[in-house]
């Protein structure tokens, strides 16, 4: 689904889209519509300008997420101020892309969310990772009680979240642990049911709150 309020850029976007195979089910020049057809037509990416009439871009990610955690939000938008980002990721976007993005760039990147990756503009990933490890770095420590129930993973689980904690896709997690992109993506799937999480932004902050982004130690190496 495409949501933008200007008839002219969300048309193009639908053009582009259908074009590379992609099958539109919806369009919407609001917020309100955006919900009323999202619920309508469940599509699995939402392509999303921020400053549409209400609900805003940020109130509708929200919304849909709510709706059905399975849903992909990528924002399109005209901003990238750092507000604006980090409101629509924890709002649960998992990808964001300001509209000097290229053609090529917004297919890939629909693609990608679809699969399940993250995806910023460059620039805004490290953005994004700040703000994880800066909430993170004043969250409170595990209770006893946490510590108990945390499910546990296996170390391949382990290996491949510390990667997506540094903001890495799957391709390149694929590439550097020498598996495929299937085996790197039902690694993350096995681990967001586990953690009872819905996508890779809850799963990257979870993972720098323990600390999985920092370097891990080499074998060997004291």
């Excluded at 059905?68 to 924002?75: E, G, K, S, T, W």
């Excluded at 101020?81 to 409101?87: G, I, S, W």
């Excluded at 799957?170 to 953690?195: E, F």
Aim: proline share 5%; hydrophobic share 45%; glycine share 8%.
């Amino acid at each position: 689904m495409v949501v933008d309020d200007h008839p002219m850029w969300r048309d193009a976007v639908e053009r582009d889209l259908a074009a590379a195979g992609f099958e539109v089910v919806a369009v919407a020049a609001s917020g309100g519509e955006a919900l009323v057809r999202f619920h309508a037509t469940r599509p699995r990416v939402v392509v999303l300008d921020l400053q549409i009439p209400a609900p805003t871009g940020v109130e509708v990610t929200a919304e849909v997420i709510r709706q059905d955690p399975a849903a992909r939000v990528l924002i399109l938008s005209a901003s990238g101020e750092q507000d604006d980002v980090l409101a629509a990721v924890k709002a649960g976007a998992t990808g964001y892309l300001v509209k000097s993005a290229s053609r090529e760039e917004l297919l890939a990147a629909v693609r990608r969310v679809a699969a399940g990756d993250t995806v910023f503009t460059p620039g805004l990933a490290g953005l994004v990772l700040g703000e994880f490890r800066r909430l993170a770095g004043g969250a409170p420590e595990d209770s006893p009680a946490d510590a108990v129930h945390r499910p546990e993973l296996t170390e391949r689980e382990t290996e491949v979240l510390r990667m997506v904690a540094k903001g890495m896709s799957y391709k390149q997690i694929a590439d550097r642990l020498v598996l495929s992109h299937r085996t790197v993506q039902n690694h993350v799937q096995n681990t967001l049911r586990k953690l009872q999480m819905h996508n890779r932004v809850e799963l990257t902050r979870y993972a720098i709150e323990q600390g999985l982004d920092e370097p891990a130690e080499e074998p060997g190496r004291g």
